[in-house]
Nanobody, 123 residues
Framework: QVQLVESGGGLVQAGGSLRLSCVAS????????VGWFRQAPGKEREFVGS????????LYTDSVKGRFTISRDNAKNTVYLQMNSLKPEDTAVYYC????????????????WGPGTQVTVSS
């Protein structure tokens, strides 16, 4: 497994932007697909988006399409989640997760998880 740590969360006004980072340790990071998930209080964990191990393919849930963008820089062992036009309903703890090679939208498919970072969007 690869170890992951998220950063970049915080408080932002509706309509604003944040960029989350997921920094990995491990020499095989480039072989991992990385997903972003979020969980709001009282709600189930939700898939946000993911990026394939080569970075050629991204997946997004419908509610964030056109607003969020996932990218990766394997030389820096980092995957980014750029969040624009943020809405109060985006408020959640955001997690990144990794699995070897294959891209997925299922949390159950990811074996390595970061501790999460809080994103709060005010009206």
């Amino acid at each position: 497994q690869v170890q992951l740590v998220e950063s970049g969360g915080g408080l932002v006004q509706a309509g604003g932007s944040l960029r989350l980072s997921c920094v990995a340790s491990g020499r095989t990071f480039s072989n991992y697909a990385v997903g972003w998930f979020r969980q709001a209080p009282g709600k189930e964990r939700e898939f946000v988006g993911s990026i394939s191990w080569r970075g050629a393919t991204t997946l997004y849930t419908d509610s964030v399409k056109g607003r969020f963008t996932i990218s990766r820089d394997n030389a820096k062992n980092t995957v980014y989640l750029q969040m624009n036009s943020l809405k109060p309903e985006d408020t959640a703890v955001y997690y990144c997760a990794a699995r070897l090679y294959g891209n997925s939208a299922r949390a159950e498919d990811f074996g390595s998880w970061g501790p999460g970072t809080q994103v709060t969007v005010s009206s």
